[in-house]
C-alpha cells in the first residue's frame, strides 16, 4: 500500500481475507485516477453539467436577524441534482467503477440519499445497482425507496439487527465479498476500510473547495465556524477539508443526541463512545463493555449510526474539530425554523446542523460569520415529518 | 509445542485428515452448548473451534448470524465463552479454537484478551476481519502467551501474499473454499484445488479448507484435496430448528460421526 489509510491510530483495513485484493484495486484504481487529467477532466464534467455545481453559498439574512447574533451562511448542498451531497461522491466512485471495468454497483443507504445518488448513477452510465436498505428506514423514509426503484436499481430490504442503516452496511459488504471480482462496492459515507474514507473525503472535497473559494468571494475572508452534520461523517469532512490548514477556522461537526444523551436512544458515536471497530475500519463506536454495537436511534435515518468515519476520530483526538449534538426535538424545530424563515426545506439530517448554528448563533454578532452545510434537502422527510406532528398533536 | 500443533502432527503421522468442527458458544443457552461440545469431541471432531457470538458478524452468512443472535439473546458474554473452554478441557483433550471478530478482542484489550484464552484453555485463535497487514498487535500477543493467530487464504489472494501469509502461519491454514460468507453451498467451488496447490508450494503445514462444505459428500471430496475440513453453518442448520436439548445432542452427534466417516473413507477414495 502506498497510503496507510490510517488517521494517527484510527483507520486500516479489518475485513475478511477475501476482500483485499478488491481493496488493492481499487486503491490502484482511485491513485491512478487521481492523477489522471482525463479521469480529473470527467468527475469535473459531470459536477458541473450533471449535478449543477458549483453549488451556491448562500447568505440567510432573514434567519440570521431573527437569531440576532452571527451572520448564517447556507452552503446549499440541497440543490444538488438528486438533492443531496451523495451525489458527488457517488458519481466519482461510479466514475472509477467504469475505469475498473466494473459494471455492477452494490450500496448501503439509510436516509435513501445515497441509494439514490447510487441509482442515478448506474442509471447515468448504464450499470446495473444493487441497495440495501434497512427494513426500518424503507418505512421512513419510502418516498426514497419508490426513487431508487424507478431509476432502475434493485432495493434490497435487511431485517437483521436493527434493520438500519448499520444492518444495510454489513449485508452490502456480505454481497460485495460475494461477486468482488466483478462488483463495485459504492460505500457512501467516509467510513469503511482503507480506501474508502480517503476516496470519500476527496470526492466530498469540493463542498469545502467551494465554499472557501465563494467565502473569499464573498465576505472577502474566511467563515469563524464551519458546522455541519455528522452520521458517518462524508459531508462534514467534505466540508472541513480544505479548511485544515487555516487555524483560525473553527469546526464542528454535529451528531444526533435522539432522545437525549443520558437516554440509550441516540447516535453521538464521538460524544458518547469509545474506540472500535465496525465495517472494516477502527474509529469511534457506540459499543458496549463486551464490544457488542449498540443499538442507536435518530430521528434522522442518514445519522442513525453507531460508527464514524476515522477521519472524524482523528480530529476529535488532536483538537482541531469539536463535536456538538443535537437533539431530535431541537433538529425538527430547526427543520420549521428554516422552512419558515428562509424557504428552504432542509434534510433532518442537516437541521442538526442548522439546530447547533441557531443555538450557538446569538452569543455572537453579525461580524461573525457561521458557515452551515446545507448538506441535502427534506422533501424525503415531509412525510415523516408530518406524522410526527400528527402524533404530537395527538 | 501448542496443542493443536499436536494434534495436528499425530494426524498427519498417522495419514488422517482434521475434522474441524464449528459452534457458536452459548447458542442456544450456556448448558446446551456446554452438552453439545461434549458431543463433537465423543464423536470424532479433531479440533473444535468455539465463537464468540458478535452483532455484526459480517464474514457470516445467515445461518451463523442466526445463531449469534440467539447467543447474545442467552445473555452470553465473553467471559461466558471463557468458562465453557475451562469446562471443556477439564474433561477433553481436543484441542480448543477460539474465533472473534477483531472488535471482541479489542475491546477486550488485545494483550489481555490472548492471555484469558490462552488460560482459558484456548490453543489458537482466528479472527475473520483482521487480514495479516493488520496483524502485527495480536501476532505478538499470542506468540507472549503460546497461541497461534490462524491465518486466512482465500481464492482472490494473490501469489505474494500468499508467500508472506504462508510463512508466517503456525497451526494451520484456514483456507476459504469460495469467495463469500459462511453457509451452505450445493457444490464446491472447483478453484479450491488451484489455492491448495498454490499454497502448497509455500507452506508443509495442514491446510484446512472452510466456507461452505455442507454434507458428508463434500466433507470426503475436501478431505481428498486437503488436510482438514472446517464444518459449521452446516452443523448449525441441522440442530437449529431441533428444541429438545437431548435430540439436538444425538442430531449433532451423528452428523458429525458422518462427516467423520466421510473424510476417513473419502481419503481412499480420491487418493
Redesign the interface.
Known sequence: ?KDSGRFGIFG???????????L?ELEGAYLAARVDEAFQHAYNEVLLNYVGRPTLLYRAERLSAKLGGATILLKREDLNHTGAHKINNALGQALLAKRMGKKRLVAETGAGQHGVAAATAAALFGMECVVYMGEQDMGRQALNVFRIRMLGAEVVPVC??SATL?DAA?EA??AW?????DTFYLLGSAVGPHPYPTLVRDLQSVIGKEARAQSLQLLGRLPDILIACVGGGSNAIGLFHPFLADETVRMIGVEPAGKGLETQEHAATLTMG???????T?SY?L?D?????SPVHSVSAGLDYPGVGPEHSYLKSIGRAEYATITDEEALAAFALLTRTEGIIPALESAHAVAHAVKIAPQYDSETVILVNLSGRGDKDVQAVAKLREVAAG | MNKLENRMNELKRAGKKALIAFLTAGDPNLAVSAKLLNVLAENGADVIELGVP???P??D?PVL?ASA?RA?AAGI??DDVFLLAVRFCEKFATPLVLLA????????GVEQFCREAAEAGFSAIVV???????AGRLDLATASTGLINIR???????ES?MERICKSSAGFIYC?TV???TGQRSSLDPGMQTLLAKARKYTDLPLALGFGISTPEQAATAAAAADAVIVGSALVAQIENVKDPAEKCVVAGTFISSLKRAIEGGTQEFA
Do not use: W
Open positions: 500500500m486500516g483495513r479489518y475485513v475478511p481475507e477475501t476482500l483485499i485484493q478488491a488493492d437483521s439487527g448499520k454489513n459488504i456480505r465479498v460475494t461477486n468482488c471480482r469509545t474506540p472500535g471497530i465496525l465495517h472494516g477502527l463506536l459499543q463493555e463486551y464490544g457488542q454495537i | 458478535f452483532s455484526d459480517l464474514a452468512g448470524q443472535v447474545l458474554t465473553l471478530y477483531y472488535n471482541t478482542i479489542y475491546r477486550r475473520p476481519d483482521l487480514p495479516y497487514e493488520e486466512f487464504l482465500a481464492p482472490t489472494t494473490r501474499r476459504v469467495t463469500g460468507v
